[in-house]
């Protein structure tokens, strides 16, 4: 019998789709869990085993010297804007709040250059009412200014604002912003 002249010379022969895969290589399960064996057991030494060069270094004793007439620097840091040669720092001493606002007892030290200061408010409820500070703060009142390298000025200024946690900001002469630290309500 022969075949019509149409008919597939493959329709014969099974076709088999396991035949066009790619070869099997043996062992590749193993492979891959022996190198996630070998990582765990290094995260775990790592973990675990303190190395002489990963440990925290012991607290010691830091030596001071006696009777030295150097007073140590404190407040928050300040550079003026614009002027990186001119820098300082501040810090609310005290504060109490009255029904009529906030008085605060402030310092301002100039440690290089030349600083100008100033200040400002504003209350941490979400307004962006500015406070400005007013006359009647008990003597020594301070206000703006300007400082040299070495001066310092401490004083007190009166606010009037509503109590509540509020934020007063260092200025420069002019009010440009430069700084602010919390007053707490």
Do not use: C
């Not at 007439?69 to 810090?91: C, H, I, L, T």
């Amino acid at each position: 019998m022969t075949q019509p002249w149409n008919a597939d010379p493959y329709q014969r022969r099974p076709i088999d789709i396991t035949a066009y895969a790619p070869p099997k290589r043996g062992g590749g399960g193993l492979w891959f869990l022996l190198v996630g064996a070998v990582l765990v057991g290094v995260v775990l030494a790592a973990l675990f085993l303190r190395f002489p060069s990963m440990q925290a270094p012991s607290p010691t004793a830091t030596p001071t010297a006696a009777g030295t007439d150097e007073p140590v620097a404190s407040g928050m840091p300040f550079v003026m804007p614009g002027d990186g040669k001119s820098e300082g720092r501040w810090e609310v001493l005290s504060h109490a709040w009255s029904d009529d606002g906030v008085l605060v007892t402030v310092r301002v030290s100039a440690d290089a250059g030349r600083v100008t200061y100033g200040f400002v408010a504003f209350s941490n409820d979400g307004s962006t009412t500015v406070y400005e500070p007013v006359a009647g703060a008990p003597e020594p009142q301070i206000g703006s200014g300007r400082l040299v390298a070495g001066q310092t000025i401490a004083g007190n200024l009166f606010v009037p604002m509503p109590r509540g946690p509020a934020t007063l900001i260092l200025t420069t002469e002019g009010g440009r912003q430069i700084s602010a630290l919390p007053v707490p309500g």
